[in-house]
């Protein structure tokens, strides 16, 4: 398999035996800014990582020839691999799995189907490590160079920097830091900290203190008060430096002056909620337009659970004029005014055609086609997709990464249709063929979006698609309405809170 890579500073190593899953990681990747080299197999990965040397690694865990667990050992084996981070993609969230991926040398794990907004999060962090923990590598190295190499580095680093003995006397100091605290025209060498900049001594003298002993100190925004008096802002680390025979020598401190940066994420912050206010007065317009008077709720039954005002999930309904019934379940990625917005561009099509008598596959095709062109790279949508014929003897699905799709007969589950498409808003390409089985009188459909199977309880443990089931058949044979089901997650969730839309549609046949 052939290898593009990219001019970008930021170079991803993506492997996966599955073509279109490949495709679409690299197609994702490439859109957010990134090079991308591209391998089928554990061991064709191992070869183009010591070949290219990316920056990152994202391998498949069940790949042929070589899988990822052994793929990664490899690659941090290997000269260049020990500080690239990888991430391993499994198909479930598995306690094995997740130890073997963090046993083999992974940093990360994501499990299939992906989130890409989560995905692109984990790489943004993943990244931002590498390149600080190559600064602090290289700080560090620079610490504990001979004296004078040291002097010359202090004297010209261009951000504040002060390095002390045990009794917090001064060694070192860069010109900015005596720029930064007024201590230009004094001599500071060999002078108590303390003595030069008096406020707050205990503050200090107990941070520094938890230095000598072992510790790394650092605050983001910390209010100090200079010599004359005005408060200013700072960002500081305050860890110890340690002598050729490995014992502590004293502190180094790094300061940042933040306090323009503080005044302006102030102004931002006034803005920010200004803009807040006028968000919600256009979600809460979306939202009254999503609600379409089209709905046609015959022979359904379902229940909608948001987390949000506008949420990310959509249940839409309608028959064509020659009988056949379209129904279709979206998730969209996150929620908000992204996900209102979406929802109702694909109800404006899903509900226009419908009423052309238009077969649901072309619709199907259409809402892809609309998103992958109207929405940006990190926002799609998971769906289902149901056509129901006139008779009510044929049910043809087109599952696009919702879990399955569920026909119940007599109480009892008769098929299970699981995702075999991309979700929509990801390739502009056909969506695959639908799956088609036969009805009888009597049964019953369910699809829902996974807020329902991916809820956790107090431990972390996933409700899952197999206690979904066990509910639906339960409610079934009870007779019981389709709030047995949100009882029951509740329960489970035992008082934490929703973390994901919830939509469960029932269809009588």
């Known amino acids: 398999m052939s290898a593009l890579h990219s001019a970008c500073p930021d170079t991803i190593l993506v492997a996966d035996d599955d073509e279109y899953m490949l495709d679409a990681m690299t197609h994702y990747l490439k859109q957010a800014g990134y090079g991308v080299i591209k391998a089928g197999n554990g061991k064709e990965s191992v070869d183009l ?32 691999g020990k500080d690239v981070p990888v991430v391993l993609v499994t198909g479930l969230e598995d306690e094995d799995l997740v130890n073997r991926a963090f046993e083999s040398g992974a940093q990360e794990y994501i499990t299939k189907p992906i989130n890409w907004a989560v995905l692109h999060q984990r790489i943004r962090l993943l990244l931002r490590q590498q390149k600080n923990l190559h600064i602090i590598h290289e700080h560090l190295k ?4 001979r004296d004078e190499r040291i002097k010359l580095f202090m004297h010209k680093a261009p951000v504040a920097i002060a390095m002390f003995d045990e009794q917090m006397r001064y060694l070192h100091a860069s010109q900015k830091w005596l720029d930064d605290f007024g201590l230009v025209h004094q001599s500071v060498i060999h002078q108590c900290h303390y003595d030069l900049l008096p406020n707050d001594i205990k503050y200090w003298r107990d941070i520094h203190q938890r230095c000598l002993n072992g510790a790394w100190e650092r605050h983001d925004a910390d209010p100090i008060e ?38 302006l994420e102030d102004e931002i912050k006034k803005h920010r909620d200004h803009l807040s206010c006028e968000r919600e007065i256009i979600e809460e317009i979306i939202v009254r337009m999503r609600t379409n008077e089209e709905f046609d709720s015959r022979s359904l039954h379902f229940l909608q659970s948001p987390v949000e005002h506008t949420t990310g999930d959509l249940l839409l309904s309608a028959f064509r004029s020659d009988g056949s019934q379209h129904v279709f379940l979206g998730d969209f990625t996150g929620h908000g005014l992204p996900a209102a917005v979406g929802g109702a561009l694909v109800a404006d099509i899903f509900y226009s055609m419908t009423e052309q008598n238009i077969p649901l596959a072309e619709i199907v095709n259409e809402i892809n086609a609309m998103l992958t062109k ?29 879990p399955d799709i569920l026909v119940f007969r007599k109480g009892r589950l008769l098929h299970r249709l699981g995702s075999k498409c991309f979700p929509l808003g990801v390739l502009n390409r056909p969506v695959c063929s639908g799956q088609t089985v036969d009805l009888q009188p009597g049964d019953r459909i369910f699809a829902f979006t996974d807020g329902w199977v991916e809820e956790r309880d107090a431990e972390g ?29 509740r329960g489970y969730r035992a008082g934490k809170g929703q973390s994901d839309d919830m939509t469960v549609v029932g269809i009588e046949c």
Request: with cysteine.
């Open 49 to 80: 990582f010591i070949e290219h040397e990316p920056s990152l690694v994202l391998l498949d865990a069940d790949m042929p020839i070589m899988d990822g667990f052994h793929a990664c050992r490899l690659v941090k084996e290997s000269a260049n």
């Open 142 to 145: 620079i610490i504990r160079e």
């Open 226 to 263: 200079d010599r004359n008096g005005r408060v200013q802002w700072y960002r500081w680390e305050a860890f110890p430096w340690q002598k050729e025979d490995g014992k502590t020598g004293g502190v180094m401190m790094f300061t940042e002056n933040i306090t323009q940066q503080k005044e």
């Open 374 to 402: 109207k929405t940006p790279v990190n926002m799609f949508m998971a769906a289902g997709s149901l056509e129901i014929s006139l008779d009510r003897r044929m049910l043809t699905v087109w599952n696009c990464t919702i």
């Open 461 to 489: 443990n996933m409700f899952g698609q197999e206690k979904m089931e066990k509910l639906l058949s339960q409610m079934i044979n009870r007779n019981e309405s389709l709030e047995m089901l949100e009882n029951a997650l």
